[in-house]
């Protein structure tokens, strides 16, 4: 059974900076594509970051600059590295997981696993 799980969300003020975490277990985790996704109230789940099998990132116009994903596979664990937060990255996080050997990273139906997400609030 997959399990991803993710922690390090909170409330910051904008400028400030958080570290999300999301551990997975129950999959190889080496071997899947990983990603972070973002919905804020009313929205549409939107694609944040991505970090492959092969650790290529890809990252959203929105954040590119600012936040940065990384991926320990000894621990598996993804990370997204969030800095210079403004009151529109307000959302809950969602980590993702893809086994497929070819994945479209930014599209949320590419990955069939899911964490709970961690709410994240940056005021300003």
């Known amino acids: 059974q997959v399990q991803l799980v993710e922690s390090g969300g909170g409330l910051v003020q904008a400028g400030g900076s958080l570290r999300l975490s999301c551990a997975a277990s129950?999959?190889?985790?080496?071997?899947?594509?990983m990603g972070w996704f973002s919905q804020a109230p009313g929205k549409e789940r939107e694609f944040v970051a991505a970090?492959?099998?092969?650790?290529?990132?890809y990252y959203a116009d929105s954040v590119k600059g600012r936040f940065t994903i990384s991926r320990d596979n000894a621990k598996g664990t993804v990370y997204l590295q969030m800095e210079s937060l403004k009151s529109e990255d307000t959302a809950v996080y969602y980590c993702?997981?893809?086994?497929?050997?070819?994945?479209?990273?930014?599209?949320?139906?590419?990955?069939?696993?899911w964490g709970q997400g961690t709410p994240v609030t940056v005021s300003s």
């Open positions: 129950g999959l190889t985790f080496s071997t899947n594509a």
């Open positions: 970090v492959t099998r092969h650790s290529n990132t």
């Open positions: 993702a997981a893809s086994p497929a050997r070819y994945v479209t990273v930014t599209s949320a139906s590419e990955y069939p696993n």
